[in-house]
């Protein structure tokens, strides 16, 4: 398990976690290459399905990164995002899947460093927990989740 | 409308045993509204199956579909193409919609994902309360617009029991009395010689009594 690299997908929003993401590359701050971005105009935009597909198509983890609460450019699109991702932990549960693959994060678009923080947290995390039972090969699931 | 709460996923699980390929239907009317058996609904669910099956090493080949409504035979005649193509159907929709979906292809398995539970309305978005106990025989008119009969939890037809509260009701703090909201409803209308008129005990016969229920609009018989 030791040369494990997970797939995970990162639904970031656009007005935040996409913008600290830019601002961890301009300060040339190192994170795993494990994440795989998909930026959304709001975390209001996640729902279930989106996030169960990620799984179904074998992402090891995956997290959604949103804005401070309180500071929605869509005013509470990340508090409708919130229960969500809580309400789809117990559905990958209901699976058999660790609800520990799926998270929520929060940061503004000043917080670059705190994306790479998440980015190399989470990695660790998943890391830990290895890959996901849906995983059949390694390279079966990047080229199916790219 | 009528309210349906998803079965466990175990449950599910267990039902479609030995089944390789699947139609999950859902029903566009009311579990639409309620959120548990709609297109959404079919979604999540085909995924979960999908996954949790995937995971046993024993795949499981789903069409997802989403018709009308299930309880009108034009509308389950819509499905006929796909069932001769899958060996089982999981209806999302409510009781009446399984069934439907059974009596219409008699060779075809059909499992309920839903429990049927109460007919109701939305509070607020994704919380669902009961209002009506489809009992035949509407008392509206004499408390106010608010059923005793669905929403007293003795049904009581004539006043409050001493369970009364403080406008809430014994079985739980959380729980209204019924009565207490009847009252109060008449007292603002001005209305509590309504409230002086015995209502008689409740003629059950058109409840449950003497089987299922039909509705028989002449004007529609052909």
Not at chain 1, 10 to 24: M, N, P, Q, V, W
Not at chain 1, 85 to 111: D, H, W
Not at chain 2, 185 to 196: A, I, P, T, V
Request: aromatic share 8%; proline share 5%.
């Amino acid at each position: 398990m030791a040369d494990f690299e997970p797939i995970i997908v990162a639904f970031c929003c656009h007005y935040c976690a996409y913008g600290a993401a830019d601002l961890a590359g301009s300060m040339r701050l190192e994170y795993p290459p494990n994440i795989r971005i998909i930026r959304l105009p709001c975390t209001g935009k996640v729902t279930p399905i989106l996030l169960l597909r990620a799984f179904e198509k074998g992402a090891d983890g995956v997290y959604v990164a949103g804005c401070l609460e309180g500071d929605c450019h869509f005013i509470h699109g990340n508090l409708v995002a919130k229960p969500r991702v809580n309400y789809t932990k117990k559905l990958i549960q209901e699976v058999g899947l660790e609800p520990e693959r799926l998270e929520m994060f929060n940061m503004s678009a000043a917080m670059g460093p705190r994306f790479a923080e998440v980015a190399r947290e989470f990695t660790e995390r998943i890391k830990a927990l290895g890959p996901s039972p849906l995983r059949k090969t390694q390279s079966a699931a990047t080229k199916e989740a790219a | 409308m009528v309210i349906g709460e998803r079965k466990p996923f175990e449950e599910i699980v267990k039902m479609l045993n030995g089944h390789k390929k699947i139609l999950v239907l859902g029903c566009g009317g009311c579990v639409t509204v309620c959120l548990t058996g709609g297109d959404d609904a079919v979604k999540v669910l085909s995924s979960q199956l999908r996954m949790s099956r995937e995971k046993d090493n024993d795949p499981l080949e789903i069409t997802e579909k989403t018709i009308e409504r299930q309880c009108d035979p034009e509308y389950v005649e819509q499905i006929s193409d796909i069932v001769g193509q899958i060996d089982g159907v999981l209806s999302l929709a409510c009781g009446v919609g399984v069934q439907y979906v059974a009596e219409r292809y008699p060779t075809m398995p059909v499992y309920p994902a839903l429990n049927t539970t109460f007919v109701g309305g939305s509070k607020k978005e994704g919380y669902y309360v009961e209002r009506c106990q489809t009992c035949g025989d509407c008392k509206l008119y004499y408390t106010a617009g608010i059923c005793p009969v669905a929403r007293c939890s003795k049904s009581l037809l004539n006043g409050p029991c001493g369970g009364s509260t403080n406008g809430k009701c014994e079985i739980d703090p959380q729980v209204d009395c019924a009565w207490q909201l009847i009252i109060d409803r008449l007292k603002s209308l001005n209305l509590m010689d309504r409230y002086e008129q015995i209502i008689e005990a409740n003629d059950w016969r058109s409840s449950r009594d003497g089987g299922p229920r039909t509705m028989i609009r002449e004007d529609f018989q052909r």
